[in-house]
């Protein structure tokens, strides 16, 4: 079996990947970095890591060598190429949590560094693995819809979602994490190259922070959910309604209160997710669009917004002798082709694993190409990459970016 050392024990290598591994037995945990140290206390305790093996940052680890097969880099975006260019100079195989870099000259330095590297190396893309998306990519490549002409996805946050994420949570400002197109849609432009086997030619983007500000707020606020905010009761961004029993409490876990009622009250009075929407410190983008030239005819438009109820991506793709599209988190996929005049209905399911099923098809994927030795480095992730910041780019500059 191969063994892997999870760097970073938070949202992404603590509550998805280490529990789907312990689970599957798919690879072994030996080791784990994280600087905190009760984090890194439960997590050696939940998988049973050896003292030592278990490291209170990433370069104490590396210092030591090569100590497993494999690494999992789950660390903020801004922390992301020190630690994988370590693990390539120690030779590793590398999974590196999305987005690689919030700037383009670091991500030309990784893919270089990459540049004949004889191990795995994959990022954390985890919508290419889903079944939904697999099903899509089946019936396109098989020519049933013809030539693709037209792409459109939309990344339907929730207005709960964005509200913790990107306007109260650790994602909310691009210049301490990421823009938002960056952070929260990369793996969407992905998909446009991985699905159309295009790529870009120039891109336009629009957007801004049209509406997380104190011009906004519906009177005299107070700076939290819990300073007797006067308009609690028709506010739907009430974090105490939010996070006690509303969309957000999924989220709950984050706080380490545990779940009852008084606890987490008593969090919100204190951490960043019972500040008032209007009036935090957020910079990033509420709503973007950008609007793609690829190669080959092809069109493709993107939307990003927080302004939808439910969290969700829904996708379309038109060719030259049909449709197809869908739900991703419905897992319903309709395919109709022009010529038959007729509709075909698909419905998917998945492990239940996050991202629909994205994050345990991600984790195989990476278990089966160690075991197989499929070293292939898939340069489109890089691609993606580089035009989301693109999309950014022309947003700031208001302009036509020529890829």
């Not at 957007?207 to 007797?228: H, I, L, M, Q, W």
Request: charged share 25%.
């Amino acid at each position: 079996m191969k063994t892997c050392i999870i760097i970073g024990a938070g949202g992404r290598g603590k509550d998805s990947y280490a529990p789907y591994i312990k689970k599957t037995g798919i690879i072994k945990i030996i080791g784990v970095a994280e600087p905190d140290l009760q984090k890194r206390s439960e997590f050696c305790s939940e998988y049973n890591i050896a003292e030592n093996m278990a490291f209170a940052n990433y370069r104490q680890l590396f210092r030591k060598g090569r100590l497993a097969d494999a690494v999992l880099i789950c660390t903020q975006d801004r922390m992301h190429l020190e630690p994988a260019l370590m693990a390539i100079e120690c030779g590793y195989h590398i999974l590196l949590e999305k987005p690689i870099s919030p700037f383009c000259e670091e991500i030309d330095r990784l893919e270089a560094a990459l540049c004949g590297y004889n191990r795995v190396f994959m990022t954390g893309f985890v919508l290419r693995y889903t079944p939904f998306i697999k099903k899509i990519k089946e019936i396109t490549d098989s020519g049933k819809i013809g030539k693709i002409m037209n792409m459109q996805i939309n990344e339907n946050e929730g207005y709960w979602h964005h509200a913790h994420s990107y306007v109260r949570g650790q994602w909310n400002n691009s210049k301490t994490s990421s823009p938002l197109i960056v952070a929260k849609s990369c793996h969407d432009f992905d998909l446009i190259l991985y699905l159309t086997g295009s790529s870009c030619k120039s891109i336009t983007s629009y957007g801004s922070n049209g509406y997380f500000s104190t011009e906004n707020a519906p009177g005299d606020v107070p700076k939290r959910c819990t300073d007797s905010c006067p308009f609690a009761a028709e506010c739907k961004y009430n974090a105490v309604k939010l996070y006690t029993d509303g969309a957000a409490s999924y989220f709950v876990d984050k706080f380490e209160c545990g779940t009852e009622r008084n606890c987490i009250i008593d969090a919100l009075k204190t951490n960043p997710y019972g500040r008032c929407v209007y009036r935090c410190d957020n910079d990033v983008c509420d709503h973007q669009v950008a609007a793609m030239e690829m190669t080959g005819g092809l069109c493709a438009v993107f939307t990003v917004s927080a302004f939808s109820l439910r969290n969700t991506r829904t996708i379309k793709l038109m060719g030259t002798d049909g449709e197809i599209g869908g739900c991703m988190e419905d897992g319903q996929i309709v395919l109709r082709r022009f010529f038959e005049n007729c509709e075909e209905r698909f419905s998917v399911s998945h492990d239940e694993t996050r991202h629909c099923g994205g994050d345990g098809g991600l984790m195989r994927y990476f278990a089966e190409s160690m075991e197989n030795e499929n070293y292939r480095i898939d340069h489109r992730i890089f691609e993606a990459h580089r035009l989301t910041l693109a999309a950014e780019k022309s947003r700031l500059e208001q302009r036509r970016i020529i890829m």
